[in-house]
């Protein structure tokens, strides 16, 4: 069974640095792209960050969050920095086969069941 399980959310003020995980399972993401999203209240979900099985990466929130991987722990991290309460959001994990960078969500098939970040000004 394959399972993406996020941890790292709470509740967090403004500023600092906060590090989420995700922890994957049931199957090799070694080659996989793995990215995190998020939603905030009322919102679509949107891409935060995305990183290749090379270790390329894509992000949209420039010069604040920074995603990694540990390819032998199947195991890929948001660290964010500078949090501000528009930050807000279920951040979710997401697993896409093969190599390449994903934007898109509908090229993941793989999904945790989120971990939740509010952030208070």
């Known amino acids: 069974q394959v399972q993406l399980i996020e941890s790292g959310g709470g509740l967090v003020q403004a500023g600092g640095s906060l590090r989420l995980s995700c922890a994957a399972s049931g199957r090799a993401f070694s080659s996989d792209c793995m990215g995190w999203f998020r939603q905030a209240p009322g919102k679509e979900r949107e891409f935060v960050a995305a990183?290749?099985?090379?270790?390329n990466y894509l992000d949209s929130v420039k010069g604040r969050f920074t995603i990694s991987r540990d390819n032998a722990k199947n195991t890929v991290y948001l660290q964010m920095t500078r949090r501000t309460p528009e930050d807000t959001a279920v951040y979710y994990c997401?697993?896409?086969?093969?190599?390449?960078?994903?934007?898109?969500?509908?090229?993941?098939?793989?999904w945790g069941q989120g971990t939740r970040v509010t952030v208070s000004s």
């Open positions: 990183i290749s099985s090379n270790g």
């Open positions: 997401a697993a896409s086969p093969g190599f390449g960078l994903r934007v898109g969500a509908a090229g993941y098939s793989y």
